[in-house]
């Protein structure tokens, strides 16, 4: 995952309070079980102390949102000013986690997954293509159709005469202009919007054509999905599900690319493993990506700036901190990730088995 979407976050003042839970709508007493699931992070809300003010911020996320529509998860990230993450998760969590604690808990949303970003859906055919930018959440900001000429794109039967010629170049001509004219207005919403990615529906060719016409910014994050049509509309249920799915994939792309790249890293210096390396290289802003396994409990020792985290008191203080204070390492390493510029959150799973359950690949 990305961390540039969390870059205002890294320094919001905490404490946060960090809600995962099952938000699926699938069932006629989905909003009685919505209701109880409320009561119960609220209960453990006020068990854990959290303060009034950011409960009701909590509140107001979990009870005032949209309904949902199928199956998932939600994330709730809140501190006393504001809500600071309110998203889908792409799969639902096991059960609900609720944390209270000085750094924003961001790994269930790195794991399980969510749209991170708006993204562009972009229904194709040879006449034109329905185009729209879905909100993180799903919800729609912006559609519209974009229609090419309107002059025929296909070749009829028999429709070459006497002294006409054979219209099939001007067939093929009048397809490449109108697909051109939905690349341009695709990439023209993909960079006012920031979206990413940008999602290629409709018959193969369609997709094809359009994938080729895409500028690079633009076709480094399309991703064609084999499901659906222009016909079906870019809001069905199959393209959701398509779509979803598609995103999942990813993630998985993402943790065999990063388990490919540590394991060719590993004795060459671009690679670490275990608190000590690690917490070594975000004081030194050297990670590009930090790996989360299976960190426990374990904690680590924060300062007051989120970058400066390590196992020590001594370290701690000959980078100038006066105050310390004992964290959950799977709170403080990605904030401080986060806050030293490192590109990407990734959440492991086997493939993976770093020493303390921490790992990074570095910058240098």
């Known amino acids: 995952m990305k961390t540039d979407r969390f870059q205002e976050l890294a320094s919001a003042p905490g404490p946060f309070a960090s809600v995962y839970f099952e938000d699926s709508h699938t ?65 639902a969590p096991l059960q609900t986690e ?46 519209e159709s974009v229609d090419g000429e309107n002059h025929p794109v296909h070749k009829a039967a028999g429709a070459q005469a006497p002294g006409y010629g054979d219209p099939e170049p001007h067939v093929e001509e009048q397809r490449r202009r109108n697909i051109v004219k939905v690349a341009e207005r695709a990439t023209e919403l993909a960079d006012r919007y920031r979206t990413d990615p940008v999602f290629l529906i409709g018959e193969v060719r369609s997709r094809n054509d359009l994938a080729d016409a895409l500028v690079s ?11 659906g049509s222009r016909a079906q509309g870019s ?8 779509v979803e799915e598609a995103l999942a994939l990813r993630r998985l792309a993402e943790m065999n690319e990063t388990t490919e790249r540590f394991r060719a890293g590993a004795g060459t210096g671009l690679a670490v493993e275990g608190l000590d390396e690690v917490t070594a290289a975000l004081r030194e802003r050297r990670v590009e990506t930090l790996i989360i396994g299976d960190i426990g409990d374990a904690t680590v020792l924060a300062g007051d700036d989120p970058s400066l985290v390590a196992r020590d008191t001594e370290t701690l203080s000959a980078m100038g901190t006066e105050n310390e204070r004992a964290c959950r390492a799977d709170d403080a390493l990605p904030a401080a990730a986060v806050a030293t510029g490192a590109d990407r959150l990734v959440r492991i799973d086997e493939r993976l088995s770093p020493a303390d359950g921490i790992a990074a690949l570095l910058r240098y």
């Not at 809140?78 to 600071?84: C, D, F, G, L, T």
């Not at 809001?235 to 398509?242: F, I, L």
């Open 217 to 227: 910014r633009t076709a480094q994050v399309a991703v064609q999905v084999e499901t």
């Open 235 to 242: 809001d069905s249920a199959q393209t959701r599900a398509a």
């Open 27 to 91: 069932t006629e007493d989905a909003a009685k079980v919505a209701e109880l699931t409320w009561r119960a992070i609220s209960g453990k809300l006020e068990e854990l102390g959290v303060s009034e003010e950011v409960r009701a911020n909590v509140e107001r996320a979990v009870t005032e949102g949209p309904t949902p529509v199928g199956t998932g998860g939600r994330a709730v990230v809140a501190n006393a000013e504001r809500v600071w993450v309110d998203e889908r998760l792409l799969r």
């Open 98 to 143: 609720v944390r209270w604690s000085d750094s924003p808990h961001l790994v269930p949303l790195v794991e399980h997954g969510s749209r991170g970003r708006p993204h562009l859906v972009v229904a194709v055919d040879h006449v034109g293509a329905d185009v729209t930018v879905y909100d993180r959440n799903g919800g729609v900001v912006h559609e």
